[in-house]
């Protein structure tokens, strides 16, 4: 081998080493691994399928894909839009079935939840004719089974530790992944300003999960914003699989 050719592989080695992919069992609000590699962050968009998904998904990928972590009641009323979500390249999570606190809610139901759901994404898939695809879960609310809140001055705490275990060893067995976020924009709060999200968007940096949720106002005012921001960093977008 040339001096100059193992120069060459010594530089490629090197690239390849720095840029090997890494696949977390879990995607628990931080940055992704490989995000070193490229530019690029993660929009995920929430409660969904709706009449703005069409309108999101639209807008959305003028900059890449997207992961829409969906309803399964929903998904059943309105299909048609996640299976087209699926065919421009997006990909679609479980985000239970009727959304509620599953620190409220028995284990046994906690598990109808998730199954119900399942059902209904792998026939949105079969539909969309896709027959492998992520399982990606998050949790209605970020409430994983267990929970403790300020009630009148006092810590009140709801579920257990044991139930969130075991909902979590569930979703292991199931093979899906559960994912959390780095910025929530609050946009799902109708209190909350549109400047101030606009303003949190401004701070997105290379390889944050983005928390979204299918609203009238993200689908005209707050993704289209994104988009614009995010191509003017050099910024890409990506599903979180």
């Known amino acids: 081998m040339s001096k100059l050719n193992r120069r060459e592989f010594l530089r490629n080695s090197l690239i390849l080493t720095v840029c090997g992919f890494v696949f977390p069992d879990e995607v628990l ?5 490989y995000s070193r590699c490229f530019r690029v962050i ?23 894909s997207v992961t829409l972590f969906c309803i399964g009641e929903r998904l059943r009323r309105y299909r048609d839009y996640a299976v087209r979500a699926i065919e421009n390249g997006n990909v679609i999570g479980n985000h239970s079935y009727h959304h509620p606190h599953f620190s409220e809610i028995s284990f046994e139901q906690a598990k109808r939840e998730i199954e119900f759901t399942d059902r209904e994404i792998r026939k949105t898939y079969r539909i969309a004719q896709v027959s492998r695809y ?9 409430d994983r089974g267990f929970r403790e809140i300020e009630k009148h001055g006092r810590t009140v705490r ?5 139930k969130k275990y075991k909902i979590e060893e569930f ?7 559960t994912c959390g976020w780095d910025v929530d924009t609050r946009d799902w709060d109708s209190h909350t300003p549109l400047l101030y999200i606009l303003r949190t968007l401004d701070e997105v940096n290379q390889g944050d999960i983005i928390l979204l949720h299918e609203r009238k106002r993200t689908a005209y005012h707050i993704l289209p914003y994104l988009v614009k921001k995010a191509k003017r960093k050099g910024y890409g977008f990506r599903t979180l699989a």
């Open 171 to 177: 979703l292991r067995d199931m093979g899906y992944k």
């Open 134 to 142: 992520p399982k990606l879960f998050r949790f209605p609310y970020s």
């Open 42 to 64: 993660y929009p995920t968009i929430d409660d969904g399928p709706t009449e703005w998904t069409e309108y999101i998904t639209n807008e959305a990928n003028k900059n890449g």
């Open 158 to 162: 709801k579920g257990s530790p044991e």
């Open 29 to 33: 609000g931080r940055k992704k691994p």
